[in-house]
Nanobody, 122 residues
Framework: QVQLVESGGGLVQAGDSLRLSCSVF??????YGWFRQAPGKEREFVAA???????YYQESAKGRFTIARDNPKNTVYLQVGSLIPEDTAVYYC??????????????????WGKGTLVTVSS
C-alpha cells in the first residue's frame, strides 16, 4: 500500500525556518508536492517537484520555499525560511504519477499524507 508520512511541523516564531519531510512508502512517484490548508481556508498548492528535479512553486512561495526530493530515500522535503504568521497551516505532501496531475485540480490527486501542523507565532 502507498503511504505518505509528513514530519517536522511544530510551533515556531516568526522569522524562523523549518524543514518538513515526507517519507513515501509503497512506490516511487513521478511527482511530489506540498500543499497547505490554513484555518478557514481551502487547501492550496505550495510547490511540486518531478522525478528529475524540476520544481514548481506558487508565486507567493517563491523565495522562501524550497522543495527537494531524495529519490534513493523516497523522501520529499519542504524548506521554509523567514516564516510569518500567515504560514500557519496544516502542510500536506502529495504524490501523483505526473506533474500534470499534481498541478491540476487537487481533487484528482489520489495520494496524500495526513498532514503536519505548522504554527507560526508573532
Amino acid at each position: 500500500q502507498v503511504q505518505l508520512v509528513e514530519s517536522g511541523g511544530g510551533l515556531v516564531q516568526a522569522g524562523d525556518s523549518l524543514r518538513l519531510s515526507c517519507s513515501v512508502f509503497g512506490r516511487i512517484f513521478g511527482s511530489y508536492g506540498w500543499f497547505r490548508q490554513a484555518p478557514g481556508k481551502e487547501r492550496e498548492f505550495v510547490a511540486a517537484i518531478t522525478f528529475s528535479g524540476s520544481t514548481y512553486y506558487q508565486e507567493s512561495a517563491k523565495g522562501r520555499f524550497t522543495i527537494a526530493r531524495d529519490n534513493p530515500k523516497n523522501t520529499v522535503y519542504l524548506q521554509v525560511g523567514s516564516l510569518i504568521p500567515e504560514d500557519t497551516a496544516v502542510y500536506y505532501c502529495a504524490a501523483a504519477t505526473s506533474i500534470e496531475t499534481m498541478s491540476g485540480d487537487p481533487k484528482n490527486i489520489l495520494y496524500w499524507g495526513k498532514g503536519t501542523l505548522v504554527t507560526v507565532s508573532s
